[in-house]
């Protein structure tokens, strides 16, 4: 049995990855078999409030633990199945040591595209990026991480790679885990990303880092990037889109029709 945990640094793009490649005819996961509500979704959410704060070590316990097998348990008829959660990064060493057939399917999404994607039309401002910023650096490294120390069990894909060229993922995961999907004939997402701000971000925030060459030289840290703070040009870019936003509202007011008073029937 072959499990493929889909994960990454983008709630969006890891469901948009499973999606397709449940398309393709990867399973996916079927709920415990003692009681149907508890699904992979709801065992990470419970183990992680057992997560230790001061070392952020996750102790899963003998109750969790059963809940896990018994999950398993329930899949063992599938060849190839997944799950798709951003929370297994942080669990990622608990599963590999779980059962040798784990594997992990790691999303990398570039910063500029987890913004534009995260909050569709709403124009995100200078301190919810740099907040935002702080928590991408923090999962991406948990991720290229995990990548350098079991590259044998571990794929990672560029989310816009994965999009563009899904045929040759399949046949990644085909060479890599055996695992034989249909082919996808259009990739299905709804994730749409303002391309000004992409840019913008990508210039002027942080450097954008390659998957492709993967090392421990360019595993991101704080020493690699500098301040955390935001450019000008995404600022005024930012003001400007507000200004048009309710320029546009505005417009809209003006040319709807006024209500017709009531006629005088005297």
């Not at 990398?108 to 935002?132: H, K, V, W």
């Not at 290229?144 to 790679?161: A, G, M, T, Y």
């Not at 045929?167 to 994730?191: C, E, H």
Request: with cysteine; charged share 20%; hydrophobic share 35%.
């Amino acid at each position: 049995m072959i499990s493929i945990c889909i994960t990454g640094n983008s709630h969006k793009h890891i469901k948009e990855a499973s999606s397709n490649l449940s398309t393709a005819g990867l399973k996916g996961p079927l709920p415990s078999g003692r009681d149907q509500e508890i699904n992979l979704d709801v065992w990470h959410t419970q183990v992680l409030k057992l997560k230790n704060a001061s070392t952020e070590s996750v102790h899963v316990g003998k109750l969790w633990e059963r809940v896990a097998i018994d999950i398993f348990l329930a899949n063992r008829n599938q060849d190839a199945w997944h799950w798709a959660n951003m929370d297994s990064l942080y669990l990622a060493d608990y599963w590999l040591s779980f059962d040798s057939g784990i594997h992990f399917l790691l999303i990398y999404t570039p910063f500029e595209d987890c913004i534009s994607s995260e909050t569709p039309g709403t124009p995100p401002n200078a301190e919810s990026i740099a907040e935002n910023l702080a928590k991408w650096r923090k999962t991406t490294q948990v991720m290229f991480e995990l990548h350098e120390r079991h590259p044998k069990r571990c794929l990672l894909v560029n989310s816009r790679e994965f999009a563009r060229r899904h045929s040759n993922i399949t046949a990644q995961l085909y060479m890599k885990f055996n695992i034989s999907l249909n082919p996808i004939n259009s990739w299905s997402s709804s994730n749409q990303n303002d391309n000004i701000l992409s840019l913008l971000l990508r210039n002027h925030t942080f450097k954008d880092l390659a998957t492709s060459n993967l090392s421990e030289s360019n595993t991101i840290s704080p020493e690699n990037y500098g301040p955390d703070e935001i450019n000008s040009a995404i600022s005024n870019y930012l003001d400007m889109k507000q200004a048009l936003d309710l320029l546009k509202n505005s417009e809209l007011n003006e040319s709807s029709p006024a209500p017709k008073a009531p006629e005088n029937t005297d």
